[in-house]
């Protein structure tokens, strides 16, 4: 039955689901973010890094509702590729700012002209796409919510999760963490400095494809 499933239910259902993504939000909003590109075609070859595929359409919305953020809260998206989270982070909640961070150049002008196609219907028009190496960027100051869609694994994601929790130290505050397909749930918590705040289950056609694509929210706790 798993063959079966794997081999024909499995494709149909993300057909289907890719096209009512299609036409429900990027042809809405005329935008493109569907693609999915290998690391090779980019350039960005590496260890423990992930190729691009885009996030659910509605998996930030519902880990995260919109009453849980202010004026005052900042989001910024490891490996935001073209731009799908960063463009639903800054239309449906009102953060005072949303940073994008992704390697690819390529795919940051992608996200940079969805970006600009719709920046009068941004609810938050402060958006920055910046190309750099998230093992080399520091966080800035002032980010409230951090969103992964399991960008890297490995000793790469141990790496940048250290430093994350080194920038948290020198400016205390308050910080959540979004973690889409945690592959990596088991290493974060070894790092003694999250608490599991909220899990959803994705919506996929059986159990092991639905755990694979869940999403978790954590608190990172003062060092």
């Not at 993300?14 to 290998?38: C, H, K, P, Q």
């Not at 885009?54 to 989001?75: A, C, K, M, N």
């Not at 795919?107 to 970006?115: K, P, S, W, Y």
């Not at 409230?144 to 430093?163: C, E």
Request: proline share 5%; net charge positive; aromatic share 10%.
């Amino acid at each position: 039955m798993r063959r079966v499933f794997d081999r024909t239910l499995r494709p149909a259902w993300v057909r289907l689901r890719d096209l009512g993504g299609r036409l429900a939000f990027e042809r809405r909003y005329d935008i493109e973010t569907s693609e999915e590109v290998g690391l090779e075609e980019l350039g960005i070859a590496a260890r423990d890094r992930k190729y691009y595929k885009p996030t659910g359409w509605l998996t930030l919305r519902r880990i995260l509702p919109r009453r849980e953020v202010s004026s005052e809260d900042v989001f910024i998206d490891y490996g935001s590729g073209m731009g799908r989270v960063v463009f639903q982070a800054a239309a449906s909640y009102p953060f005072r700012r949303v940073i994008g961070l992704e390697l690819s150049e390529r795919l940051n002008e992608i996200a940079r002209a969805n970006v600009e196609r719709n920046r009068e219907r941004l609810r938050c028009r402060d958006v920055e796409i910046v190309t750099a190496d998230a093992l080399a960027y520091e966080l800035p100051p002032d980010v409230t919510v951090a969103f992964f869609a399991n960008p890297f694994t490995g000793d790469l994601f141990g790496a940048v999760i250290d430093r994350l929790l080194e920038g948290l130290d020198r400016h205390p505050r308050r910080l959540r963490l979004i973690y889409h397909n945690p592959v990596e749930h088991e290493r974060l918590m070894a790092t003694g400095r999250v608490r599991p705040v909220r899990r959803l289950r994705g919506w996929r056609p059986g159990a092991d494809w639905s755990r694979s694509n869940s999403t978790r929210m954590y608190e990172v706790l003062p060092g």
